[in-house]
């Protein structure tokens, strides 16, 4: 899988086996590029034949000079979001030169182009906009949708990050706002999982806000109506839908930040027309499996026995939930045992099959009635989180609730009164807005508790043992199973494809008994990690029909050779 011919075409001379680019383009159409510049890394010769003498100092520097230079340059910005603008500075100029820096500071940059610091750049976007990247698809736009996606002039688009800004992150609404999740998203693809940046295309999908904040800023960039819903709000993505399958026929679609009940209604109603996932529902739930199995393996437990309590039933906390009761009937349990081992919660409390009005996700996940038979509570029947971990004594408590402090003292003393060793996973993020810090949680259980979080966090010292915190980040599985997908040419992505990607993330992590190891890999390890697990959901999308066949062995030297490294290569003329 190599890019098509555009602006260049890697090529291999046939004496030497050198690769090399054939470039289409000269002079400043060429040092203007970002995907094509070398800043001052072009050579003489590739100066004096391309018409760039005189365009760059004369001084030709090496890419590890080039690199150090811009380092600096980021280690100076005096704050997260002024290293964010950086970096989106730099990746406007030179790609190439953006993904070898981040590539080889993954731990410390991740940070920055991703969450936590992405949500201030989203709150902030119409303040800080610099210049355009991806592509923006309106409500003006309605009846020409294909001929705004042609505007975007590229060939082979093979991923597409598409957010409707409504939920971005913890912190909700953002507009237009929220294009910065879909940039940092397709910029993972290719740090995370060495997918080509030609391949990706970050968009915007404006239907409107119901942040009122930004609609009376004088500096908004998006639509200034609110939000769209119901048959209109479909319309519209029904349009944007048949554009993408005609103008981009080979592109994946990842669905990313919708709303609840929404995101649920988008995943159904496309899956089928084009091969497409949501991240939050299926990407989060797969990290959170293989975080789990990881964690039963620390404590020396088995799936099958274990009883869970999801807190917060949005598309996250019902997509982790939906996961988990798959992972329990593959383990061998009953349906209706499952429905008496998962249990979530929303703003109304236990979520159970004979709440009135139940409809949607909430239907899926509701526990059994019977669960709770004899159980008390102190607000007229509402069990809330303290009653029902006082009453059903989960083993598992996973936090996506966005509701800072939600896990208090009394709750987590409780699990680990009736669980030697309980796992907390608190997700919900940016930082401020986790169910309980990790220094709480190992001080509340004598560090024994097993956590993980959804933003990072440093480790945590207690009692002689440092603790490693493991980031429950989806980024550990999404640009894999993008990758996987493309390469092996799959029409859809089915459940399969996740299950094959949580047991590759948890295979990834390995078993290690270390005192205070983290249950999931360092971020360092994020390209490994991700051909792991493209080659995983490569193989179960072929196994399962959702792709052509091919042959196992071929598959994993099929991903091999379509991962790009940020390097460049000499350039000859076409």
């Known amino acids: 899988m190599r890019p098509a011919p555009q602006d260049f075409e890697e ?3 046939p004496r ?37 003498t005189g365009l760059f100092p004369p001084a030709i520097s090496t890419p590890e000079g080039q690199a150090e230079r811009a380092y600096g340059n980021f280690r100076r910005m005096p704050d997260d979001v002024g290293k964010y603008l950086f970096l989106a500075s730099l990746q406007d100029r030179n790609e190439t030169l953006f993904y070898q820096l981040v590539c080889a500071h993954l731990e410390e940059m991740l940070p920055i182009i991703y969450t936590p610091t992405v949500g201030l750049v989203c709150e902030q976007y119409s303040h800080n906009y610099r210049r355009p990247r991806g592509v923006y698809v309106s409500t003006l736009d309605r009846g020409r949708i294909a001929d705004v996606l042609r505007n975007a002039d590229r060939d082979d688009v093979r991923i597409i990050v598409a957010t409707d800004n409504e939920a971005i992150l913890g912190i909700g609404d953002q507009g237009v706002g929220g294009m910065g999740i879909a940039v940092g998203k397709v ?21 409107g806000t119901n942040n009122q904040a930004l609609l009376d800023d004088p500096l908004y960039l998006g639509v200034r109506h609110r939000r769209l819903r119901g048959d209109e709000y479909f319309s519209l993505l029904d349009e944007l839908v048949e554009a993408i399958t005609l103008v981009f026929p080979r592109a994946l679609v990842q669905w990313e930040d919708f709303a609840n009940d929404v995101a649920f209604q988008v995943m159904h109603r496309y899956r089928g027309q084009l091969p497409s996932f949501d991240d939050d529902i299926q990407g989060t739930a797969a990290v959170v499996e293989a975080g789990i199995r990881t964690g039963l393996d620390r404590s020396g437990r088995r799936l099958q026995d274990e009883r869970m309590v999801f807190f917060g039933a949005g598309a996250s906390g019902a997509g982790c939930a939906m996961q988990m009761r798959r992972a329990l009937k ?8 499952i429905n008496r081992r998962v249990l979530c919660l929303d703003s109304k409390g236990l979520i159970l099959a004979d709440r009135p009005g139940l409809s949607g996700h909430k239907k899926e996940i509701a526990a059994d009635a019977g669960i709770a038979a004899g159980w008390t509570s102190a607000d007229r029947g509402r069990f809330t989180l303290s009653d029902v971990v006082r009453q059903f004594a989960p083993t598992i408590l996973v936090g996506v609730s966005g509701q800072p402090g939600a896990f208090t003292e009394d709750i987590i003393k409780t699990m680990h009164g009736r669980v030697a060793r309980p796992i907390v996973l608190t997700l919900s993020n940016p930082t401020n807005k986790v169910e309980a810090r990790p220094e709480e949680l190992l001080r509340w259980t004598n560090g024994a508790a097993i956590v993980g979080t959804g933003s990072p966090f440093a480790p945590v010292a207690h009692a002689g043992v440092t603790h490693h915190i493991g980031q429950c980040n989806n980024a550990f599985v999404f640009p894999g199973i993008g990758l996987g997908a493309i390469v092996v040419g799959a029409h859809a992505v089915p459940d399969e494809a996740f299950a094959a990607a949580a047991m590759a993330l948890y295979e990834a992590t390995g078993r290690d008994d270390t005192p205070g190891a983290s249950i999931f890999p360092t971020i360092a390890s994020l390209r490994a990690v991700s051909a792991k697990v493209a080659v995983a959901v490569g193989r179960a999308l072929v196994e399962c029909g959702a792709a052509p066949a091919i042959p196992t062995a071929e598959i994993e030297s099929r ?16």
């Not at 054939?22 to 018409?51: I, M, W, Y």
């Not at 991903?559 to 076409?574: G, V």
């Open 11 to 13: 090529r291999r001379d």
């Open 330 to 337: 593959s383990s061998g349990l009953a349906d209706a045992e």
């Open 16 to 52: 030497t086996g050198e690769k090399y680019l054939a470039v289409f383009r000269r002079g400043t159409a060429l040092k203007d590029d970002p995907l094509l510049s070398k800043g001052t890394c072009f050579t003489l010769d590739e100066r004096q034949v391309f018409g760039l």
């Open 559 to 574: 991903i091999a050779d379509a991962i790009w490294e940020p390097k460049y290569l000499p350039y000859r003329t076409a």
């Open 187 to 207: 910029a993972l693809y290719t740090a995370g999982a060495g997918v080509h940046p030609v391949y990706g295309m970050p968009l915007d999908i404006d239907v």
